[in-house]
C-alpha cells in the first residue's frame, strides 16, 4: 500500500552501493540468488525455533532483494532479472509462513495454510495483471521503472516485511497476524480482480 512512497528514498540510499558493485565486476542476478540463499536460510532458522535469527535473516534477504535493482540499473536492467526477481520474492514470501507450520504444525498449521493460500490469490492476481498489461503495451504510472507492470493493493511487500518482522518477535501471535493479513490478502486479490475485470474489457463491452 506504501511501497510506491518508499520506493524513491530506497533507490537513493542503494544507487550509490549499486553503482559500487556493478564496478567491481558483480551482477544483478547474483545478488539475487545470493538474497535467495539467505531466505532460504531464514525459513530453516524459523522452522528451528530460532525466530531471532530468521528476523535477521529476512532483513538482510529484503536488503539483498533492493540491491540487486540498484546494481542492475547501475548496469542494465534485463527481462530475466526482473523475471528471477519476481519469482524468488514469491517463493520467499511462501517460505516464512511454511517455516512457522513446521516450527509448531498443530498451532501454526492452519493459519500458515490459510495465509500462503491467501499469498497465491493476491500474487496470481497480480502476475495475470502484469502478463495482460504487457500484451497490451500498458505501463504503470506508479512503478514506471519496474520490470514488470506492478499491480499495487493494500498488501505489497512493506506490509508484508512489517508482518514477518512481527512473527519473529511475537511468535506465539502467529496464528492471530497470519490470519489477520490473509484477510487483508483475499481483499486485495477481490480488488486486483476487479480491476482486470475492468482494465481488460473488450472495446464493445459496456462497462459494468
Same mark, same amino acid.
Given at each position: 500500500?506504501?511501497?510506491? =512512497?518508499?520506493?524513491? /528514498?530506497?533507490?537513493?540510499?542503494?544507487?550509490?552501493?549499486?553503482?559500487?558493485?556493478?564496478?567491481?565486476?558483480?551482477?544483478?542476478?547474483?545478488?539475487?540468488?545470493?538474497?535467495?540463499?539467505?531466505?532460504?536460510?531464514?525459513?530453516?532458522?524459523?522452522?528451528? @525455533?530460532?525466530?531471532?535469527?530468521?528476523?535477521? /535473516? *529476512?532483513? /538482510?534477504?529484503?536488503?539483498?532483494?533492493?540491491?540487486?535493482?540498484?546494481?542492475?540499473?547501475?548496469?542494465? #536492467?534485463?527481462?530475466?532479472?526482473?523475471?528471477?526477481? *519476481?519469482?524468488?520474492? %514469491?517463493?520467499?514470501?511462501?517460505?516464512?509462513?511454511?517455516?512457522?507450520?513446521?516450527?509448531?504444525?498443530?498451532?501454526?498449521?492452519?493459519?500458515?495454510?490459510?495465509?500462503?493460500?491467501?499469498?497465491?490469490?493476491?500474487?496470481?492476481?497480480?502476475?495475470?495483471?502484469?502478463? *495482460?498489461?504487457? =500484451?497490451?503495451?500498458?505501463?504503470?504510472?506508479?512503478?514506471?521503472?519496474?520490470?514488470? !507492470? !506492478?499491480? @499495487?493493493?493494500?498488501?505489497? @511487500?512493506?506490509?508484508?516485511?512489517?508482518?514477518?518482522?512481527?512473527?519473529?518477535?511475537?511468535?506465539?501471535? %502467529?496464528?492471530?497476524?497470519?490470519?489477520?493479513?490473509?484477510?487483508?490478502?483475499?481483499?486485495?486479490?477481490?480488488?486486483?480482480? =476487479?480491476?482486470?475485470? /475492468?482494465?481488460?474489457?473488450?472495446?464493445?463491452? #459496456?462497462?459494468?
Amino acid at each position: 500500500m506504501i511501497d510506491a =512512497r518508499i520506493l524513491p /528514498l530506497q533507490r537513493a540510499v542503494l544507487r550509490p552501493v549499486g553503482f559500487r558493485l556493478k564496478n567491481l565486476g558483480i551482477h544483478a542476478d547474483w545478488v539475487s540468488l545470493a538474497g535467495f540463499s539467505i531466505g532460504v536460510g531464514a525459513f530453516v532458522a524459523i522452522a528451528l @525455533g530460532q525466530t531471532a535469527l530468521g528476523l535477521v /535473516l *529476512i532483513l /538482510l534477504n529484503r536488503f539483498f532483494d533492493g540491491l540487486d535493482g540498484a546494481v542492475a540499473r547501475a548496469a542494465t #536492467p534485463s527481462d530475466r532479472g526482473a523475471f528471477l526477481d *519476481i519469482a524468488l520474492d %514469491f517463493f520467499f514470501y511462501a517460505l516464512v509462513p511454511l517455516g512457522f507450520a513446521l516450527q509448531d504444525p498443530q498451532v501454526n498449521g492452519l493459519p500458515a495454510a490459510l495465509l500462503i493460500t491467501s499469498f497465491v490469490g493476491s500474487g496470481s492476481s497480480f502476475l495475470a495483471f502484469a502478463a *495482460i498489461a504487457a =500484451r497490451r503495451g500498458l505501463t504503470s504510472a506508479h512503478y514506471p521503472t519496474k520490470g514488470i !507492470y !506492478y499491480l @499495487g493493493g493494500l498488501t505489497e @511487500g512493506f506490509e508484508t516485511i512489517l508482518l514477518f518482522v512481527a512473527m519473529c518477535l511475537w511468535p506465539a501471535q %502467529f496464528p492471530l497476524f497470519a490470519t489477520i493479513f490473509a484477510g487483508a490478502c483475499m481483499l486485495t486479490t477481490l480488488l486486483r480482480w =476487479r480491476q482486470g475485470w /475492468l482494465a481488460f474489457q473488450s472495446n464493445d463491452e #459496456p462497462e459494468p
